[in-house]
């Protein structure tokens, strides 16, 4: 009985990450509504998993309370760094409050935000490979000219973090999202576009799905 619980559980961290990859990627925004709903859920899933299923139900309160806390602990530093959001440090909160026990250990949640914190950096290698493009270069090479005062390593910070918008989609995005650290407009003539230089937000959601189903993939293979 206990491995169909296990599977309850991670079926529900699925759909409630699929659902929070949709509403990142469609919106741009996770609902604070559809996040609070699945906290209830999860609390009658702790509940049904401890009655039933362990004798030592203060122990296990205590741990959970443990990984809470923990995990509280590291969202709430990648939030303090403006890696993540406040809807994603809730969902890293969520993610863990339905993790089966039997599987919730310090190892997991270090390889978590291990793997999250390294996709996390690919990502911006990707973007500064994309901005350093010839058609997306020259941009930041007009930004330089008006901003010389720039070091070699803020250029580098700038070119991995930013990324040149389009003028014309900037209702497209959230405030949320993206942040205009610079007020800074330039024509491309190469793209033929109005563009404003604006903070890279790439869907943390997804990161956080790879990253948690890779170490459980491991976990339950190895």
């Known amino acids: 009985m206990l491995s169909w619980i296990i ?3 991670i079926c529900f961290i699925t759909i409630i990450l699929l659902i929070s990859v949709y509403l990142d990627l469609k919106f741009r925004k996770i609902s ?3 996040l609070r709903t699945c906290f209830c859920f999860s609390i009658f899933l702790n509940t049904v998993e401890m009655v039933f299923f362990y004798s030592e139900i203060l122990l296990i309160l205590l741990l959970k309370i443990l990984f809470f806390c923990i995990i509280f602990l590291f969202s709430f530093v990648l939030f303090s760094l403006k890696i993540i959001g406040g809807s994603d440090g809730k969902l890293f909160l969520l ?3 339905v993790h089966p026990i ?3 250990n310090y190892y997991f949640v270090v390889f978590f935000f291990f793997f999250f914190s390294l996709f996390f950096l690919i990502m911006f ?3 500064l490979v994309h901005n350093s493009m ?3 270069s020259y941009a930041f090479g007009v930004f330089y000219i008006f901003d010389v005062k720039l070091s070699i390593l803020r250029k580098l910070f700038i070119k991995s973090f930013y990324k040149f918008f389009a003028l014309s989609k900037l209702t497209d995005f959230e405030g949320e999202k993206i942040y205009i650290d610079y007020l800074f407009i330039v024509y491309n003539n190469q793209n033929r576009k109005l563009q404003f230089l604006g903070m890279y937000r790439p869907p943390l959601t997804l990161i ?3 990253s948690y189903f890779l ?3 491991l976990i339950i293979v190895i």
Do not use: E, G, M, T
């Open 32 to 34: 604070n509504r559809f």
């Open 208 to 210: 956080c799905f790879i």
């Open 134 to 136: 010839k058609n997306n």
């Open 125 to 127: 290698f990707i973007n």
């Open 215 to 217: 170490i459980l993939f």
């Open 95 to 97: 993610i863990f409050s």
């Open 7 to 9: 599977f309850i559980d």
């Open 102 to 104: 039997r599987y919730l």
